[in-house]
């Protein structure tokens, strides 16, 4: 019988962990679903940002993170801890044009 696991190294989306392993796999490999879907205003100097979406706590080497967005990057580091490369989107040329 062949044993489902996560290679070391592996590198994704969060979604796409999400739609290739089952919630419960994920969760014991230090991925975990909270179940909650959250709507947060977060400010940092002068900048504001809002996330909705579902929140996932993701086992690093430096202890629980949240993870707000399905896009961010995950690497797989094995024994259940993982790396978090939060999402940013691309800034355009437009940025600075209020129009």
């Not at 392993?21 to 940002?49: V, W």
């Amino acid at each position: 019988m062949k044993t489902i696991e996560i290679p070391i190294g592996t590198r994704g989306s969060r979604q796409e962990f999400e739609f290739t392993y089952n919630k419960i796999f994920l969760e014991f490999c230090g991925l975990i679903n909270t179940n909650s879907d959250i709507s947060a205003r977060i400010s940092k100097t002068k900048e504001k940002q809002r996330f909705h979406g579902w929140l996932y706590l993701v086992n690093t080497k430096n202890g629980l993170v949240c993870s707000f967005n399905e896009e961010d990057i995950l690497t797989y580091l094995g024994h259940g801890i993982w790396d978090l490369k939060p999402y940013k989107a691309a800034k355009s040329e437009d940025d600075d044009n209020p129009w």
